[in-house]
């Protein structure tokens, strides 16, 4: 399926309650040697054991175990995108598919490594598949027999094992260390004819698909899911104004949807979305006419309605996304004359002077120790951050590393190393104190300005200098592998410098 969404939301989502659930793994054992059973789950003529089809509740079942493994914990064999062998080098040149068009999402073809090898109804999940699981179960991270990896357990309190089994680029099987820190799982879905969503997750409790997904040559893991593709996804359209003066005021939007699908939908309760409109035309062009019900003047909002059965939708003013994604913020983004806005508020603050949370340079979740042991970036060189798809070819860290994006969507992300520059050069710094909170107030050319509290930095389990001193993240790292690029003051001083990776600083996002 190819994607028509101007702006796709994907995030990770991070249990904050995890109940107390019995959890049993389920070996992938033989139980009989019948073949091609079709809705049972078994294995058909190609394998030779049964996997379990573990129910959690969610629209598919999961296997008990990747394929190629007769475990839980084991890591099976590695695939590249659309191949159905393992190999010896996973290169661009040893890439079957390099140019050749196997289509946008190969669940169920000849290319479904699941499908082929398995039978018996299994296949590759889907992109979509992947964020329901990771959007409605609790993930813990655990060592079993030991081997690291997510325990996933679903809301009717099953659950599974996905091991840790990094991933194969060139002729290394452990790639740099990543197996039993990293997993990486195919989808069947591609993004561009370049990339593909996987799952990836990591041991600092990140998980999710991303935004630039991974290259179709690397071998990856597969854990297939059995039933059918779903034709009725739920999805929410929310609409999005930063319109200064609305105030009931009705606005149109043209919508762009399947031309047949069932154009049904609901607003939801905490909508601020008034009615809503809808004219069917024959050309699939949809317009939908919504009215505000309160007074939104001078406040970013968003309305949600749910379209049942619509796939897709395009529009300067819309993001679509899978209904039970946590909202995002939205915040000002403050014209400083400069070559890029810059965020009202850090990320994870709700106001200009609150702190926010604090990251370690390219990690996307806060943790209750920051340290180089436990740090995802700390010791990498430039070259492994590009080969691991952590740092773009300019040097900047990609959406799925980047604090910013991962937390408020892609229309924000971390400043540049050159960004900062250029506010530190080109803009007006006042030490001062806004609402009790010390810190600097940043004026731009033209009069507009920000506040940056300062935030301190967190090292191992300890807040440090909050109040005196403010340090932020920027995307990009410097030469060595031990430290990136931030911004640093204090009530006489305001600088960029370089610092260790492996510390926990503030980030303030920017907008293009």
């Known amino acids: ?101 196997i289509g946008s999402d190969i669940a169920e073809t000849e290319y479904d490594v699941a499908h082929k090898l398995l039978g018996g109804g299994w296949r590759m999940p889907t992109e979509e598949e992947y964020v329901e699981l990771c959007e409605n179960c609790v993930w813990q991270w655990e060592t079993v027999n030991g081997i690291n990896g997510y325990k996933v357990v679903g809301l009717n309190g099953n659950s599974i094992f996905l091991p840790a089994a990094g991933y194969r680029y060139g002729t290394v099987v452990d790639y740099l260390g990543m197996r039993g820190n990293h997993g990486y799982y195919w989808s069947s879905t591609e ?45 929410v359209l929310r609409l999005l104004t930063q319109d200064q003066n609305v105030s009931y005021k ?9 031309s047949n699908v069932n154009f049904e939908y609901e607003i939801l309760e905490d909508s601020w979305i008034r009615e809503l409109k809808p004219v069917i035309s024959a050309s699939g062009i949809h317009s939908i006419v919504f009215e505000v019900s309160e007074n939104t003047s001078r406040v970013s909002r968003e309305g949600h309605i749910v379209f049942y059965n619509s796939e897709y939708a395009v529009a300067d003013t819309l993001t679509l996304v899978q209904a039970g994604n946590p909202n995002v913020s939205l915040y000002e983004a403050v014209e400083l004359g400069l070559s890029v806005k810059w965020a009202s508020c850090n990320v994870g603050a709700e106001s200009p002077e609150e702190y926010g949370d604090y990251f370690a340079w390219g990690e996307t979740t806060t943790k209750s120790s920051y340290t180089e042991s436990n740090s995802v970036t700390y010791g990498l060189s430039i070259s492994e951050l590009e080969s691991r798809g952590i740092i773009d070819v300019d040097g900047n860290l990609t959406a799925a590393y980047d604090a910013a994006t991962a937390n408020w969507g892609s229309d924000w992300r971390m400043p540049t190393l050159d960004e900062m520059k250029e506010l530190v050069d080109k ?53 060595h592998s031990y430290s990136a690029y931030y911004l640093r003051f204090y009530s006489r001083y305001y600088d960029w410098n370089y610092y260790n990776r492996g510390y926990g600083f503030t980030v303030r996002p920017v907008s293009e």
């Not at 009705?250 to 399947?258: F, H, P």
């Not at 506040?451 to 440090?464: E, K, M, N, Q, V």
Request: with cysteine; charged share 20%; hydrophobic share 30%.
């Open 250 to 258: 009705a606005t149109t939007i043209d919508v762009e949807l399947k």
């Open 1 to 101: 399926m190819k994607r028509n969404v101007l702006a796709l939301l994907r995030t990770f989502v991070f249990a904050a309650f995890v109940p107390a659930l019995a959890f049993s793994l389920v070996a992938c054992e033989p139980e009989n040697e019948s073949d091609n059973e079709d809705v049972t789950g078994n294995l058909g003529s190609s394998g030779t054991s049964d996997y379990e089809a573990v129910d959690l509740g969610l629209s598919v079942k999961w296997a008990s175990c990747n394929v190629g493994a007769e475990s839980p914990e084991e890591y099976g064999g590695y695939y590249a995108w659309g191949e159905t062998e393992e190999k010896d080098d996973y290169l661009p040149s040893t890439y079957l598919y390099s140019k050749v068009n």
């Open 191 to 235: 993004i561009s004819e370049s990339k593909v969503y996987c799952l990836h997750f990591n041991s600092t409790k990140n998980f999710g698909m991303g935004e630039n997904g991974h290259n179709p040559y690397d071998g990856h893991t597969i854990r297939p899911v059995l039933g059918s593709i779903s034709e009725n996804q739920k999805y």
């Open 427 to 479: 803009c007006t710094w006042s030490w001062t104190t806004q609402n009790g909170v010390k810190g600097y107030k940043v004026t731009g050319s033209n009069g507009n300005s920000i506040f940056l509290p300062a935030a301190g930095y967190r090292h191992d389990t300890s807040l440090i200098n909050a109040g005196s001193y403010g340090l932020y993240w920027s995307a990009t790292p410097y030469s």
